[in-house]
Nanobody, 121 residues
Framework: QVQLVESGGGLVQTGGSLRLSCAAS????????MGWYRQAPGKQRELVAT???????NYVDSAKGRFTISRDNAKKTVYLQMNSLKPEDTAAYYC???????????????WGQGTQVIVSS
């Protein structure tokens, strides 16, 4: 069974920083792309950033220059460093990964349980 477990959310003031972590565990053959999504109350879930196994990254425009996604392939962990946080960054942040389990011939999407980020003004 494959699991993604997030940590690092919390309450921070405007301009502050937080670092989210997401560790994959279980019977994993390989992990392709990993990323972070967020969902604010009353809004659709949106992509924040992704990173592939080679370290290539993509960001939503609102995160460029403030957020940095990285990963440690040996630890099967993806990180999201968030700086210069704004109240509009308040949301539940979800880790996502495209993972091929040992028992499967191809990758499938997996989600973490979510971690709350609250940015106070």
């Amino acid at each position: 069974q494959v699991q993604l477990v997030e940590s690092g959310g919390g309450l921070v003031q405007t301009g502050g920083s937080l670092r989210l972590s997401c560790a994959a565990s279980g019977s994993i053959f390989s992990i392709a792309r990993m990323g972070w999504y967020r969902q604010a109350p009353g809004k659709q879930r949106e992509l924040v950033a992704t990173i592939d196994s080679g370290g290539n990254t993509n960001y939503v425009d609102s995160a460029k220059g403030r957020f940095t996604i990285s990963r440690d392939n040996a630890k099967k962990t993806v990180y999201l460093q968030m700086n210069s946080l704004k109240p509009e960054d308040t949301a539940a942040y979800y880790c996502w990964a495209s993972i091929r389990p040992l028992t499967m011939p191809s990758c499938g999407p997996y989600w973490g349980q979510g971690t709350q980020v609250i940015v106070s003004s």
